[in-house]
Nanobody, 113 residues
Framework: VQLVESGGGLVQPGGSLRLSCAAS????????MSWWRQAPGKARELVGR????????NLADSVKGRFTISRDNVKNTVYLQMNSLKPEDTAVYYC???????WGPGTQVTVSS
């Protein structure tokens, strides 16, 4: 089982980023997927989740209206589109199959002017 996040970087407040998470080694389409983040000195928190078909998502209140989650079950990839980024979104972002498998290495997102 392997998860590899990508797409992070440095962006100015108000900007956008699209994170990707490529999955392998398991039946991707059988698992709900999730995005998490961990800011320095803080606990890892759930950003949002998406069901197996991609037809249902749930997002944390702190990112609702700004972030969206989607998935491609052919490419075995889950995405996190982040718009209107704020400095408080700065964190390492991780994807995870819910209830299964390891964490990926994460990708750093820094929102700063």
């Amino acid at each position: 089982v392997q998860l590899v996040e990508s797409g992070g970087g440095l962006v100015q407040p108000g900007g956008s980023l699209r994170l990707s998470c490529a999955a392998s080694g398991f039946t991707f389409s059988s698992y709900d997927m999730s995005w998490w983040r961990q800011a320095p000195g803080k606990a890892r928190e759930l950003v949002g989740r998406i069901n197996t078909s991609g037809g249902s998502t749930n997002l944390a209140d702190s990112v609702k209206g700004r972030f969206t989650i989607s998935r491609d079950n052919v490419k075995n990839t889950v995405y996190l589109q982040m718009n209107s980024l704020k400095p408080e979104d700065t964190a390492v972002y991780y994807c995870k199959a819910l209830g299964y498998g390891p964490w990926g290495p994460g990708t750093q997102v820094t929102v700063s002017s």
